[in-house]
């Protein structure tokens, strides 16, 4: 379940790079940073990101989860930091989500 | 009163701005915009005329909008990330355009303005200067909100003391024409940042102390999530002024643990009326009592009304009157507690992201240019980062491939919209979205 949320998360910051074209983002990894830091993406494009992740979500499980909800703008580390923290934000939505 | 660039000469050799790592002093500024009226006259930019500025915050583009002042200009604000400056230049009839790029400006004569309207018309004929921002319309067409510079001015007679600001709100809008002017009133020191990245604005409040940071609430929250704050030493911010959105509770949380020696103050104003000075209630920050001294308030079923000395000329164009009587109508629905107020959005259509507005009939004319869409509705949507987000809910003309129209649907926009106002959540439906009266239905996600 974790290959392929990352998979879905891989695929959308994929099409999303078609447009901004970062260097940072070609190969997405675990480690890969999304949001915060010197690189990184900038608000819109994080929306577009977790909305597109949202879709991706739905379609693959069937279930419906929010992933910009209260929890993720309230802990201290932030889930959108890099691919493996949003990974495991996922799944754990989906977990509560069923 | 003394013109703007003659304040400048009140504090000397103290530091004026701050940008890409030089202080500028008030003397060096006044020289720079000295020399920006003789580019002017030398450029064929007449006195008393109505000249498009486009540029961010920078010692060269506030010397220009000085010189302009000095020379009774016009000044139409072009939005920084519009694609439309040639409509915009049209709108206002502007004589000239001024582009600043890397400190570098360029100025282009228009061949045949159209005729100005008359409210700049007569500004202009009695010798005074002003300034238009642009604000989004109903109609999806950018509405130019004339102001007289002299009427604006008068709030800054007794402003405060200085302080080290950063300019992170945008010079079109009014609120960066607020910064500027509270600054060069006080003699305060302009800090302009290059990009507007939590990380970069991290490093500026760290490297030139920062005492005062006015921002938008969903900037305080793109700013916790980026976690960059942990990074920096954030200490010199005496001040966090927040506008432009409605304020919540977990906005005023995140403040106080970033900035945990900052008082927070919650900003309120609008393109046509600038924003007062205001006061946040000790018990719940939330609840803001505007200068009653320059801005009269009253709550007309729900509704914010404004009178205020400052408020604009007018829109120059045919928009209808929002001023009656004096008294301005915001559309702004608020609660009301004896003299204070909350502040609680936009009575509308109207959806906020990050405190821009978008006008969905704007986006839906774009989105029904396309052959493959036989009706669309655009709505708000609200989300934690940016507050609400653009969605539309798209009916398609015959079978097509969802997942390639979504990325039509938003390359498309793209082309044609600032980024703010490009749909993120497109959803696809056979049902027509019209009622019975054939009116659109928008779903209500806010």
Not at chain 1, 36 to 65: K, P, Q
Not at chain 1, 69 to 94: G, H, I, Q, W
Not at chain 2, 337 to 347: A, F, K, S, T, V
Request: contains cysteine; hydrophobic residues 40%.
């Amino acid at each position: 379940m974790k290959d392929q949320i990352f998979e879905i998360i891989k695929a959308a910051i994929d099409e999303l790079n078609e447009e901004l074209e970062y260097d940072e983002l070609k190969d997405v990894t675990p480690e890969t940073a999304i949001f915060g830091g010197e690189s990184g993406i900038d608000s819109l494009s994080l929306v577009r990101l977790v909305v597109d992740v949202e879709a991706g979500v739905s379609e693959a499980f069937d279930t419906e989860v929010t992933l910009a909800n209260e929890k993720a703008m309230s802990s201290r580390n932030s889930p959108y930091r890099n691919v493996a923290a949003f990974t495991d934000f996922v799944l754990a939505c989906l977990k509560d989500a069923s | 009163m003394r013109s703007p660039l003659q304040q400048l000469l009140a504090f000397g050799d103290d530091p004026a701005v701050v940008f890409r790592g030089q202080t500028t002093s008030y003397a060096d500024l006044h020289a720079l915009a000295e020399s920006q009226c003789v580019f002017l006259r030398e450029q064929g930019v007449a006195e008393q005329s109505m000249v498009a500025l486009r540029g961010d915050f920078s010692p060269r583009t506030i010397a220009l909008l000085l010189a302009l002042f000095e020379r009774r200009a016009v000044v139409a604000l072009i939005p920084a990330g519009s694609g439309e400056v040639e409509g915009l230049c049209e709108r206002v009839a502007a004589r000239a355009l001024i582009e600043v790029r890397d400190e570098v400006a360029v100025c282009t004569a228009r061949d045949a303005p159209g005729p100005l309207h008359p409210l700049a018309a007569g500004l202009l004929k009695q010798g005074h200067a002003g300034f238009v921002v642009f604000t989004s319309g109903s109609s999806g067409r950018p509405k130019p909100v004339l102001h007289s510079l002299e009427r604006f001015l008068k709030k800054y007679d007794a402003v405060g003391k200085p302080f080290v600001t950063m300019s992170f709100l945008l010079l079109d809008h009014i609120a960066g024409m607020d910064t500027l002017f509270y600054i060069s009133h006080s003699g305060g020191v302009l800090v302009a940042p290059d990009t507007r990245s939590p990380d970069a604005v991290c490093a500026l409040i760290q490297s030139a102390k920062v005492q005062v940071l006015p921002v938008s609430p969903s900037f305080i929250n793109l700013l916790w999530l980026s976690g960059d704050f942990e990074r920096y030493d954030l200490s010199s911010v005496e001040i966090v002024t927040c506008g432009s959105e409605p304020m919540t509770q977990r906005v005023l949380d995140h403040v106080a643990a970033m900035f945990p020696k900052a008082a927070i103050k919650q900003k309120y104003g609008t393109s046509e009326f600038g924003s007062p000075a205001s006061k946040s209630r000790g018990d719940d920050q939330r609840w803001i009592r505007l200068d009653a001294d320059r801005f009269e308030t009253k709550v007309v079923e729900g509704i914010l009304h404004v009178k205020s000395q400052t408020t604009m000329l007018g829109y120059l164009d045919d928009s209808d009157p929002v001023v009656v009587d004096g008294w301005f109508n915001t559309g702004d629905r608020v609660e009301q507690d004896g003299p204070w107020l909350r502040i609680l959005g936009r009575d509308s259509d109207i959806i906020n992201v990050g405190g821009e507005k978008v006008f969905p009939r704007e986006v839906e004319a774009v989105i029904e240019q396309m052959d493959q869409v036989a009706q669309c509705s655009v709505y708000g949507e609200a989300n934690p980062i940016t507050g609400n987000m653009v969605c539309v809910t798209i009916v398609p003309r015959g079978e097509i491939d969802l997942k390639a129209m979504k990325k039509k649907v938003k390359m498309h926009c793209g082309t044609q919209l600032n980024r703010y106002k490009v749909p993120v959540k497109i959803v696809f439906s056979k049902q027509w979205l019209t009622n019975a009266r054939q009116k659109k239905v928008r779903p209500v996600g806010q």
